[in-house]
């Protein structure tokens, strides 16, 4: 720096002793060889050491700003400036809240009934089912009696050589053929003969009767067989349609929908945060623009537009004072990030000497935890940022 202003002095005099000699209307002579050599080394040797900028101080995550669905009206606020809310909290209250919170415990009285009503008709299907396969047994169970009886009538028919049809009808041949012989026909009786006769004609119409009782059996049998195994089919299918009966599935897509509209009621914070502003009060209709702005204070950073000329001097890591008549002190940062996007200065310096024509890019700037605390309690004040680069070789 010595070195600088001995440059600067001894080219000021010069300068100011040809400035003169012109004033005064003397011919202009070539500059010294010495002066030229003195400006050069000069611009050659220093280069600036610091970098000046303005800056805004704003929370690591961003300002968050929070708004109803247009068309609600905000029925209560809940939450004042500077207070710290949870992720979750619930902020604002809104009039429609109240509406589907009556119509989501509808749909969910709805649902529960329903799935009741599902329930006893599957129970009174499980119960019609369990009484089709008990008479499907019972019918399977007559059957088999009606085809064991129809064995045993068959057993005593006449084609049967153990019959009683056949005892008799050898008895009354025998009979008859003693009859027919003169030898021994005194010693059967006509009665007798007739006895046996009239037994087998009994004998025979029981048989018939029997037969034909074996066989209405095994019919009737059969038929019940069908028709249990048609109730238990039934039965089954009827409870296969219980559940598209008892349209649970639409209700649960209703309470969905429903819950969904009652959380969009609900104006709630995003994350812990700080209340910022309040943008809206109660009795508003929501106009869909943002009714509160909240941050998380717990990092601040620094947002400063450099010159597009002077980003060449700086680099990660770089040193940087933060300065504003509404800070108790100087912050102190460093450069954490040095953005590529050109683009017009959106901070206009307090100087109105300062120039306004030139383009900027934004670079960040983080603070240690008690400057960012302090920083904390000026969220978007514009600062004044200058900014340390590399120290020039002596």
């Not at 085809?147 to 019959?163: C, G, M, Y």
């Not at 089954?236 to 969009?264: G, H, R």
Request: proline content about 4%; overall charge neutral; aromatic content about 2%.
């Amino acid at each position: 720096m010595a070195n600088y202003l001995k440059y600067y002095r001894r080219t000021s005099r010069i300068a100011l002793a040809f400035s003169l000699l012109v004033a005064f209307g003397c011919k202009p002579v070539p500059m010294p060889g010495v002066l030229v050599s003195t400006l050069t080394e000069a611009r050659s040797t220093f280069k600036s050491r610091e970098v000046s900028a303005q800056g805004r101080l704003l929370p690591a995550s961003g300002i968050i700003q929070v708004s109803a669905l247009p068309g609600d009206r905000i029925d209560e606020v809940l939450v004042k400036v500077g207070q710290h809310v949870l992720q979750g909290q619930v902020l604002v209250k809104m009039r429609s809240e109240k509406l589907r919170t009556l119509e989501l415990e509808a749909a969910r009285v709805k649902l529960d009934e329903t799935r009741k009503a599902a329930q006893v008709k599957r129970t009174e299907s499980q119960l019609n089912i369990d009484s089709a396969q008990l008479r499907l047994k019972q019918a399977e169970s007559q059957r088999r009696q009606a085809i064991e009886q129809k064995k045993l009538v068959d057993a005593q028919s006449a084609n049967s050589p153990t019959s009683q049809i056949a005892t008799l009808t050898k008895q009354i041949d025998s009979l008859v053929a003693l009859r027919q012989d003169p030898l021994t026909r005194p010693m059967i009786g006509a009665m007798e003969l007739e006895a046996r006769q009239n037994e087998l004609s009994k004998v025979d119409t029981s048989l018939r009767s029997s037969l034909l009782t074996a066989v209405q059996s095994n019919e009737a049998a059969d038929l019940a067989v069908e028709l249990a195994r048609a109730n238990l089919a039934a039965a089954e299918k009827a409870a296969n349609l219980v559940d598209e009966s008892f349209p649970t599935q639409s209700l649960e897509k209703q309470i969905e929908l429903l819950e969904l509209q009652v959380a969009q009621s609900l104006v709630v914070a995003p994350s812990s945060s700080v209340i910022l502003s309040l943008l809206a009060e109660a009795g508003e209709l929501s106009s869909g623009l943002p009714m509160i702005e909240l941050a998380n204070l717990d990092r601040m950073i620094c947002i400063a537009e450099v010159h597009e000329a002077d980003v060449g001097q700086l680099q990660i890591g770089n040193h940087a004072t933060i300065q504003s008549s509404a800070l108790d002190r100087p912050l102190r940062g460093r450069i954490s990030r040095i953005d590529s996007l050109v683009g017009l200065p959106q901070m206009r310096s307090p100087n109105p000497m300062a120039r306004t024509d030139f383009r900027a890019m934004p670079i960040v700037i983080e603070f240690d935890d008690d400057d960012s605390r302090l920083a904390s309690y000026r969220v978007q004040m514009q600062v004044d940022v200058l900014i340390q680069t590399d120290r020039p070789a002596d």
